[in-house]
């Protein structure tokens, strides 16, 4: 694993409810054209009902959303594959 560079995003769902907050906001690329620009490592934090937050701001999508986008990503290329990360 030492060997490998997957390209990544930190918080990477912060366009989903943190556009107006500069000081949080790390992406302004939905996760859709993450994927299109070669993103294959995704950084989510999960709340305890699912959703999704960051610096405890409340973004509004769900986990459950980003794996569905990201399964719809996956179906095109299926050979591909991608990492998520959890806090």
């Known amino acids: 694993l030492t060997q490998l560079s997957i390209p990544g995003t930190h ?3 912060t366009v ?12 302004k ?5 993450q994927w299109a620009a070669g ?3 995704f950084d989510f934090t999960v709340s305890g009902d699912g959703g999704l937050e960051f610096n405890g701001h409340q973004l509004n ?10 399964k719809e990503q996956l179906q095109q290329l299926p ?9």
Do not use: C, H, P
Request: a negative charge; zero cysteines.
């Open 11 to 13: 918080a990477s769902a």
């Open 16 to 27: 989903y409810g943190l556009q107006n907050d500069l000081t949080s906001l790390t992406q």
């Open 29 to 33: 690329a939905k996760i859709e054209s």
């Open 39 to 41: 993103v294959r490592a």
């Open 61 to 70: 999508r769900s986990f459950e959303d980003m794996i569905d986008v990201l």
């Open 79 to 87: 050979i591909v594959q991608l990492l998520v990360l959890l806090d």
